[in-house]
T-cell receptor, first 113, second 114 residues
């Protein structure tokens, strides 16, 4: 009964380093999403995937890449981390039907020094 | 550009009273509306969803939607200290051909005073 699982929960990086945030869901949802949450800015969509094999840019995609590895897994990669990418990152999944909500993972707290 | 507006608060309500949280949205094509509760340091947790005009009740929570006014609200009856959290309003333009994510307001910080 895990729902949406994100790893790692915390990470500190140096400017210029790369890393991949992992997300997996066990609810058989077609759609998956990556958001970032910054103080005073609310949650903003980075990338989303409506189905396996497809990805699309959201509101703030610059500096990120994603991979929809299979129906369960959707990863977010920072190729060259910048201090402006310090944030809390949430993965979510959902069913693309009217009125159906998205379900969120516990988040990854990422600091870029 | 899709926008969702909320009063950031803090909104302070006495225990046992009704807390009223409001949200307006800009995209008239919006079809699904959600209220999430977020405790400090935690992830958003779904409280209510609504997609037709009128009221929807679930326990102590009532969501109200008025598409003509582009307005959605959340009422919390018999407020408890455990209701103290940030409440996020989220809106989705259901495309039918692929989900395009939620647009969130910045949230209203609610404080229930014992």
């Amino acid at each position: 009964n895990a729902g949406v699982t994100q790893t790692p929960k915390f990470q500190v990086l140096k400017t210029g380093q790369s890393m991949t945030l992992q997300c997996a869901q066990d609810m058989n949802h077609n759609s998956m999403y990556w958001y970032r949450q910054d103080p005073g800015m609310g949650l903003r969509l980075i990338y989303y995937s409506a189905s396996e094999g497809t990805t699309d840019k959201g509101e703030v995609p610059n500096g990120y890449n994603v991979s929809r590895l299979n129906k369960r897994e959707f990863s977010l990669r920072l190729e060259s981390a910048a201090p402006s990418q310090t944030s809390v990152y949430f993965c979510a999944s959902g069913i693309d039907r009217l009125g159906q909500p998205q379900h969120f993972g516990d988040g990854t707290r990422l600091s870029i020094l | 550009q899709k926008e969702v507006e909320q009063n950031s608060g803090p909104l302070s309500v006495p225990e046992g009273a009704i807390a009223s949280l409001n949200c307006t949205y800009s995209d008239r094509g919006s079809q699904s509306f959600f209220w999430y509760r977020q405790y400090s340091g935690k992830s958003p947790e779904l409280i209510m969803s609504i997609y037709s005009n009128g009221d929807k009740e679930d326990g102590r929570f009532t969501a109200q939607l008025n598409k003509a006014s582009q307005y959605v609200s959340l009422l919390i009856r018999d407020s408890q200290p455990s209701d103290s959290a940030t409440y996020l309003c989220a809106v989705n333009v259901y495309s039918g051909g692929g989900a395009d994510g939620l647009t969130f307001g910045k949230g209203t910080h609610l404080i229930i005073q014992p």
